[in-house]
């Protein structure tokens, strides 16, 4: 039955962001957007992208990270339209963009094209496979872990940042550490005005794959010791940013 409710809830996860894509991508990787103005709401596209650029900037400060170099292999964790993705891939390395979502993994190749040395990777879910063993030098993931509905799910993926981080490579990541802001709200009624115009909202929100879980910080350590990396740094403890990077030891 384990296994059964584990290959339900990976099956869960692609389902529901599949539908989020079709419903608004660009909302669901950015949800500051005007949900009722279209994908960009008030934004324009280069403004959408710009804002992916900057977001690696701020991880990549917080966390005291060393800069990336210009031949890393460079894998985003839950790449949605390929927004940190394309931020990072301006260099002559390779970029991996890894994905439970087949409709998220089809927007970003539309969005980014024949772009040289990206290679866009559908995940299971769970792991990072198939990325291989020791083959990369960068992970980086943004608002992503934080939906996780099971917060083993994400200790697993750190255990599994061990496994294809090169000696001497690091990871940096955002994790929630705040149950509070993933307890089950009740979901309001729309206004009236909203009913009478019939505006749409965004769906979805009270489902485990949106609502998402926090780790314990302690054992997040506990499981990235066992996986090879040390604790480079981390900020923002006790809330739903949390920024941590770890290092892969020799």
């Known amino acids: ?58 991880l990549l400060e917080q966390t005291r990270a060393p800069a990336i170099g210009p031949d890393d292999t460079v894998l985003d964790v839950g790449c949605g339209v390929g927004r940190l993705v394309r931020a990072v891939a301006d260099r002559p390395g390779r970029t991996i963009g890894l994905d439970v979502s087949d409709e998220m993994l089809r927007r970003a190749r539309a969005h980014l094209g024949d772009r040289p040395g990206v290679e866009w990777v559908h995940g299971d879910g769970t792991s990072l496979r198939p990325v291989a063993d020791a083959s990369v030098d960068v992970v980086l993931s943004l608002v992503v872990f934080q939906h996780i509905p099971d917060p083993e799910v994400t200790y697993g993926y750190v255990r599994e940042i061990g496994r294809v981080l090169r000696p001497g490579g690091w990871a940096a990541f955002q994790v929630s550490d705040d149950p509070r802001v993933h307890a ?15 505006r749409a909202a965004p769906q979805g929100q009270d489902d485990p794959a949106w609502r998402g879980s926090a780790v314990d910080l302690e054992r997040l350590d506990a499981e990235a010791s066992a996986a090879g990396l040390e604790l480079g740094h981390r900020t923002g403890v006790g809330t739903q940013y949390c920024l941590v990077r770890y290092r892969r030891v020799a």
């Open 1 to 58: 039955m384990g296994n059964l409710r584990a290959v339900n809830a990976e099956r869960h996860m692609a389902e529901f962001w599949d539908a989020r894509a079709r419903e608004n991508a660009e909302y669901y990787v950015d949800n500051r957007l005007d949900y009722r103005r279209g994908d960009y709401g008030p934004d324009d596209p280069e403004d959408f992208w710009a804002k992916g650029v900057r977001a690696i900037e701020t």
């Open 184 to 198: 089950v709200a009740p979901v309001g009624r729309p206004s009236l005005r909203d009913r009478l115009l019939r």
